[in-house]
Nanobody, 123 residues
Framework: QVQLVESGGGLVQAGGSLRLSCAASGLPFSRYLMAWFRQPPGKEREFVAGITWSSLRTDYADSVKGRFTISRDNAKNTVYLQMNSLKPEDTAVYYC????????????????WGQGTQVTVSS
């Protein structure tokens, strides 16, 4: 049974930092492309960042480029999202997702999803 479990969310002031983690089990993690999405209140789920299995290629939404960094540790079956210079508009539920084929900004193509972790940025 595949499980993706996010952690690290919370309440932070604007300008602060958080590090999200997503621990994967039940799948050959090193062969999966991983991504982070987020869903702000009342809005659709949106792509945040993605990383290939070898970490050679990453992709970021324009809104987070230069502030967020995605990374992975295949030995620990974990993907991370380091979030710096947080803004109130970063407030959302953050989800990690896994796909075997391609890093995509389309949430519909991902095979597996975590349950999400809440990030709230106060002004």
């Amino acid at each position: 049974q595949v499980q993706l479990v996010e952690s690290g969310g919370g309440l932070v002031q604007a300008g602060g930092s958080l590090r999200l983690s997503c621990a994967a089990s039940g799948l050959p993690f090193s062969r999966y492309l991983m991504a982070w999405f987020r869903q702000p209140p009342g809005k659709e789920r949106e792509f945040v960042a993605g990383i290939t299995w070898s970490s050679l290629r990453t992709d970021y939404a324009d809104s987070v480029k230069g502030r967020f960094t995605i990374s992975r540790d295949n030995a620990k079956n974990t993907v991370y999202l380091q979030m710096n210079s947080l803004k109130p508009e970063d407030t959302a539920v953050y989800y990690c997702a896994a796909d075997e084929a391609v890093v995509s900004r389309n949430p519909g193509i991902y095979d597996y999803w975590g349950q999400g972790t809440q990030v709230t940025v106060s002004s």
